[in-house]
């Protein structure tokens, strides 16, 4: 499975993509890392590993309309010959377009218990503070197909972490991270293996084939 990953950060999730397809748990190949701005740790890791990096900033270039950035991703996904695409600390929201070309092809990767602490000012450290200030006694990570809204997709795979009395947000934002750099290869092989069936919003993994 040829993987576009679309990062807007230090790339551990690009990491732990990279160390899965290393391992042979991961039956996909890195086409291309995409980004949403310049001189971001992801860019260095594909840098890194000789992976082509585009970087596709729908301000710089001024587009007018949404689907001008659309475009530009659609044309970047069709020059690497894309199969299926991993949002692995992305910010952006990718525009209906591509979730239809791409349809059921597209997995996210969310630091929280989604529905739970999701929606478009739902990243980063907001996240994190805003489980404290809730008193969430658990958080985690959330894999999820993704639609035309920010983190609304049907889920995939979820993991949980408990959140302690004592944490601040970037002690749990740690705690969390570690557990998507295990969740997010995980899905992303269920996807490349074909075990990945979906019945309305509900995915359903299929055993693997005998
Ligand atoms: C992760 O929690 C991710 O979910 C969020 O940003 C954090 C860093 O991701 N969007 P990465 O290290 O850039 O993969």
Known sequence: MRLSVFASGGG???GAILDAIDAGTLAASVAVVVTDREG??????AAARGIPREVV?????????GARFADALLDVLARYDT???ALAGYLKRI?????AAFRHRILNVHPSLLPAFGGAGMYGKHVHRAVL????RFSGATVHFVDTEFDTGPVVLQDTVPVHADDTPEALAARVLAVEH?????????LADGRLSLDGRLVRILPVAS
């Open 12 to 14: 551990s999730n690009l």
């Open 40 to 45: 971001i740790g992801a860019l260095e890791r």
């Open 57 to 65: 900033t729908p301000e710089a270039q001024d587009y007018a309309s």
């Open 83 to 85: 199969h299926a695409i």
């Open 95 to 99: 525009p209906p377009e591509v979730v």
């Open 133 to 136: 200030d809730y008193g969430a």
């Open 182 to 190: 295990q969740v997010f290869p995980r899905a992303l092989a269920l």
